[in-house]
């Protein structure tokens, strides 16, 4: 019995190399957008509100202790880290979108 071979596929474009200066300028706007958002945290209210929440359920307070943190300088450096990986994540998942469109938008005028 022989097992037929399949026709190879013709190789598919590989993604075109990013240069340095499209590097450098996509970590600017991450660290534009990651600020953008911890400034939210800082001068909206309901912002402020929902950090205050997030801070008192039971989840957040495992924590503490997970991290053996007893102190309210520790306990708002957490805070404050947590705000940061949010916003820097969500910075991330709009930069994602917006690249994702733009390249959209560049192939459809080719």
Request: hydrophobic share 50%.
């Amino acid at each position: 019995m022989r097992l037929k071979k399949t026709p190879s596929r013709p190789d598919v474009t590989s993604p075109r190399e990013i240069s340095v200066a499209e590097t450098l300028i996509r970590t600017v706007i991450l660290v534009a957008l990651t600020l953008a958002f911890a400034s939210v945290f800082r001068f909206w209210q309901p912002a402020i509100k929902l950090a205050q929440h997030v801070a008192g359920t039971s989840a957040w307070q495992e924590l503490y202790s997970l991290f053996h943190i007893e102190s309210g300088l520790g306990r708002e450096q957490l805070i404050l880290t947590g705000i940061m990986i949010a916003c820097f994540l969500l910075a991330l998942g709009v930069q994602a979108i917006g690249l994702l469109i733009f390249q959209r938008i560049r192939k459809n005028r080719v």
